[in-house]
């Protein structure tokens, strides 16, 4: 059972706000009502699937990483601007988020232009 586009979007924005270790409650959810993509994906996740995978262990940075590589280029574009809207979104770049984007960057070959340029685009 892979992962679908909704549930690796959700779930590399969850990785991210572990990456952050203190990202507040507050800043998730401004992350969460200000980010179209992930305001289009989150009702699409079903919960009781997502913790099943859970504990199959397939929902890993690296099995998000696995199935991204097989959607389109724009998704997985989707998918980091989320993930760097967690980043960004305390104003501060911890050293677990640098690492864990500079992973997802380099895994999918898109550079980290082309994602600042869409988390940019998708706040105004």
Sequence with gaps: MSL???E???LLAIHMSKADRDL???ELNEVLSKNPILQKVHPKVDESVLLK?????KVSILECIKALK???KKTQIDALTVAFHVLAVDGKVKKGESKLM???LTELNI????VTK?????LT
């Design 4 to 6: 679908n586009k909704s």
């Design 8 to 10: 690796v979007i959700y």
């Design 24 to 26: 507040s409650e507050e």
């Design 53 to 57: 995978k859970m504990k199959r262990g």
């Design 70 to 72: 097989k959607f389109s």
């Design 102 to 104: 500079a992973k997802l």
């Design 111 to 114: 550079d980290l232009e082309t």
């Design 118 to 122: 869409g988390y940019y685009d998708l």
